[in-house]
């Protein structure tokens, strides 16, 4: 997993409120469980004017100019701005891995649902929690400064405004926090431990040589 420190990035704004992991990745592409490849189908439904299918070619389809991530001002984006209980619905971790593999590092929204959540500290996004009035101002600073950057600093727990300078705080587990700032994903944590692991299993083969020839 990659780790998350430090961000300046692009800013695009998701106007929708209660966005489910189905918008977020259509129920027909979650018949992979290799994760990669997401990306392209992102938020498929709003994205494309037709309907997409694993395994389309992408560059034939067409897309819906009214969509935000389809608008020139908005491309190469890394962090998503949107509205209250982001990621509802079903709990398909398949909706971080295209968030991820679009390119989105960061999300800020007023709240998530919990599910998902947890399944972002576990993919390499950092989903930031600020109360409504100041996603509402970012939202009105979006519109107004085309290309707006925000500075996400995971160390110091802040969103940082570079037309401004005005700083935000959010709040981050520190145990997650470890794990982005590490890049340490589940597997990742267990192979921290892999040298004591190895010396445990040492010792009980010798311990029990019988165990040797099921391993």
Known sequence: MEKFAFLDGLVAPLDRANVDTDAIIPKQFLKSIQRTGFGPNLFDEWRYLDHGEPGMDHSKRTPNPEFVLN??????????????????????????????????????????ADIFFNNCFKNGLLPIVLSEE??????????????????????????????????????????????????????????????????????????????????
């Open 71 to 112: 608008q020139p001002r908005y491309q190469s984006a890394s962090i998503l701005l949107t509205r209250k209980n982001f990621g509802c619905g079903s709990s398909r971790e398949h909706a971080p891995w295209a968030l991820e593999q679009y390119g989105f590092r960061a999300i800020i929204a007023p709240s998530f």
């Open 134 to 215: 100041v996603v509402d101002y970012l939202f009105n600073q979006v519109r107004q400064h085309e290309g707006l950057h925000l500075q996400v600093d995971l160390v110091s727990q802040t969103v940082s405004l570079k037309t401004t300078g005005e700083s935000f705080s959010f709040n981050a587990d520190e145990f997650r926090k470890y794990c982005l700032l590490n890049g340490l994903d589940d597997i990742g944590l267990t192979l921290v431990h892999a040298e004591k692991i190895r010396e445990f299993e040492q010792r009980h083969i010798a311990a029990r040589p019988w165990l040797a020839a099921v391993i």
